[in-house]
């Protein structure tokens, strides 16, 4: 029993939260960066016109501050450089994905939700951030 008790807690694994939080910040910022971040910049000028404004500021400066955070926001995550600050541009852009532009689609929570555990945790020992030991 105690050895199935064992198993079922899978404590033969070694357990690191350091190495959880850089899968988690090379996955989101990899996924973020190549699947959004980076089609969005290589095509800047055919989105710019009809891109959502939800705030209310223009359709180019709402795809500028996406790009801001889908792409410049990611490259930081994935150095693990000012990770805190580039999760909390990546919370506000999917919040207003969340919430506003796609309620109720699941990818956009996803991503909100792994930038607030970012936030909450920063980037880990394996990040390039400063004030990481």
Do not use: N
């Not at 807690?9 to 899968?23: A, E, H, I, N, R």
């Not at 000028?45 to 792409?71: M, N, R, T, W, Y």
């Not at 999917?94 to 109720?104: F, Q």
């Amino acid at each position: 029993m105690k050895s199935l008790l064992s198993f079922l807690k899978l404590s033969f694994l070694p357990q690191s939260t350091d190495l959880g939080l850089l899968v988690l910040r090379l996955s989101t910022g990899v996924m973020m960066l190549a699947l959004h971040g980076l089609p969005k910049v290589l095509d800047f000028s055919a989105k710019s016109a009809g891109f959502p404004d939800p705030l209310g500021v223009g359709p180019g400066v709402s795809l500028s501050l996406a790009i801001l955070a889908e792409f410049i926001g990611s490259i930081l995550i994935i150095l693990g450089l000012f990770t805190r600050g580039a999760a909390l541009l990546g919370i506000s852009t999917m919040a207003v994905a969340a919430l506003i532009v796609s309620p109720g689609e699941e990818l956009p929570l996803l991503y909100l939700f792994a930038y607030i555990a970012l936030l909450a945790a920063g980037g880990g020992r394996f990040a390039l951030d400063p004030h990481v030991k």
